[in-house]
């Protein structure tokens, strides 16, 4: 299976701030990466596909790159709403993993 | 909009069996791939199983593989997981998701989940 690494598992952070997360997968996946946001008590939602595409109707604070094994996500402007666990997640090679997650804090 | 919605959740002892479906609407329910993603209490995000829109192939993580089926009544826009030989581990939130047109591992919308409890 291919193992995704995802840092940090937790962070805190003012309205306004730049987050960053990375994710680390075991193999090339080719850019087959995704970003979703969950809180607590709902199901996740897709923010980014392919790595860097944005889904439709999610603000344009959030973007990712990445190419290879690795990968970020990034929020500028950390806004009230976006305090939430972040996971990336591959589908390039069968079983699709997710990584384990960032809870996003405030402070 | 797309909407969908799980049900045949609940407390099991191990060993038992459960049928989860997932009824949909607000899209062309045949023209897409559908998945269950699971979550145990407190912990991360784990895909379970995914059926191309005609239900021409099926996929399954390799601990549920000959235990759960995935299957799916399109003229009904429903999603189904059979599940067999429950074990404690299977405890979790399981969420019915929409994938792509043509291919699984992109979850673009997802259900609110139900709640299987396997626990003697």
């Known amino acids: 299976d291919t193992q995704m690494t995802q840092s940090p598992s937790s962070l805190s952070a003012s309205v306004g701030d730049r987050v960053t997360i990375t994710c680390q997968a075991s193999?090339?996946?080719?850019?087959?990466l995704n970003w979703y946001q969950q809180k607590p008590g709902k199901a996740p939602k897709l923010l980014i596909y392919d790595a860097s595409n944005l889904e439709t109707g999610v603000p344009s604070r959030f973007s990712g790159s990445g190419s290879g094994t690795d990968y970020t996500f990034t929020i500028i402007g950390l806004q009230p709403e976006d305090f939430a666990t972040y996971y990336c997640?591959?589908?390039?090679?069968?079983?699709?993993?997710f990584g384990q997650g960032t809870k996003v804090e405030i402070k | 909009e797309v909407q969908l919605v799980e049900s045949g959740g609940g407390l099991i002892h191990p060993g038992g069996s459960l049928r989860l479906s997932c009824a949909a609407s607000?899209?062309?329910?045949?023209?897409?791939?559908m998945s269950w993603v699971r979550q145990s209490p407190g912990k991360g995000l784990q895909w379970v199983s995914s059926i191309t829109g005609n239900g021409g192939s099926t996929y399954y993580t390799d601990s549920v593989k000959g235990r759960f089926t995935i299957s799916r009544d399109n003229s009904r826009n429903t999603l189904y997981l059979q599940m067999h030989s429950l074990r404690v581990e299977d405890t979790a939130i399981y969420f019915c998701t929409r994938d792509g047109p043509y291919s699984s591992g992109c979850h673009y919308h997802w259900g609110q989940g139900s709640l299987v409890t396997v626990s003697s």
């Open positions: 607000g899209f062309t329910f045949s023209n897409f791939v």
């Open positions: 997640q591959q589908y390039h090679n069968l079983p699709w993993t």
């Open positions: 193999q090339d996946i080719f850019n087959y």
